[in-house]
């Protein structure tokens, strides 16, 4: 099977635009989460969606938005982009909708903001 | 509030040493599971274990060993004779309430040779 890709890997943004990444999960695989991951903060969960429903959300601003379509692969949008938002955005997904499996990683997008 | 704390920052080690990386975990939820992952400076994370609330027996897959008690809150990583390969961060994880993920701040581990 092929493992979750992301694309792009890398990305060069400005602040006050706008991005959109992407997320293919594992074929057969139905939740996707995302994770921001920075040196200050470390790993931090933005949210997990389930069959196209947003199931769960961290402790981020509305500026970051995802959606999942109905072959589970998934984009995330981050809206007037900071500095701060530079970042390797991690994306994961799991097999099952019980929320206990263990979550097979990306290689993650690189965002740098300027 | 659940929390993960992985106190130690970053250790060093000559290789063929073992070393023990901590994690101490914080949750009052009585359903929950614990995991740690690799991350190689390629910056994909691997998982390594799952532990559930309710199995605290030890396991012991080939150089690694993991040490779960619920009494201390900790489900500490041993790695016995260390390797070069081994040189990555690893984060300790908790998951509860469908998915949702809580991960430690990390270890990184530097194996010299």
């Known amino acids: 099977k092929a493992g979750v890709t992301q694309t792009p890997r890398y990305l060069i943004k400005t602040r006050g635009q706008q991005v959109t990444l992407s997320c293919s999960p594992i074929s057969g695989h139905r939740s996707v989460s995302w994770y921001q991951q920075t040196p200050g903060q470390g790993l931090q969960f933005l949210f997990e969606y389930f069959s196209e429903t947003q199931r769960n959300k961290g402790n981020f601003p509305g500026r970051f938005s995802g959606r999942q379509f109905s072959n589970s692969r998934s984009e995330m949008n981050v809206s007037t982009l900071e500095l701060g938002d530079s970042a390797l955005y991690l994306c994961?997904?799991?097999?099952?909708?019980?929320?206990?499996?263990?979550?097979?990683f990306g290689p993650g997008t690189r965002l740098t903001v300027l | 509030a659940q929390k993960v704390t992985q106190a130690q920052t970053e250790i060093s080690v000559v290789e063929k040493e073992d070393v023990t990386l901590d994690c101490v975990y914080e949750?009052?939820?009585?359903?929950?599971?614990l995991f740690w992952y690799k991350q190689p400076p390629s910056g994909e994370l691997v998982f390594l274990i799952r532990r559930n609330s309710f199995d605290e027996q030890n396991e012991i897959s080939g150089r690694y060993s993991w040490n779960f008690q619920k009494s201390t809150s900790s489900f500490n990583f041993t790695i016995t004779a260390s390797q070069v390969v081994d040189s990555a961060v690893y984060f300790c994880?908790?998951?509860?309430?469908?998915?949702?993920?809580?991960f430690g701040s990390g270890t990184k581990l530097n194996v010299k040779p």
């Open positions: 994961a997904s799991s097999s099952d909708g019980t929320g206990y499996n263990e979550q097979f």
């Open positions: 949750t009052r939820d009585t359903t929950y599971y």
């Open positions: 994880a908790l998951i509860y309430n469908f998915n949702k993920f809580y």
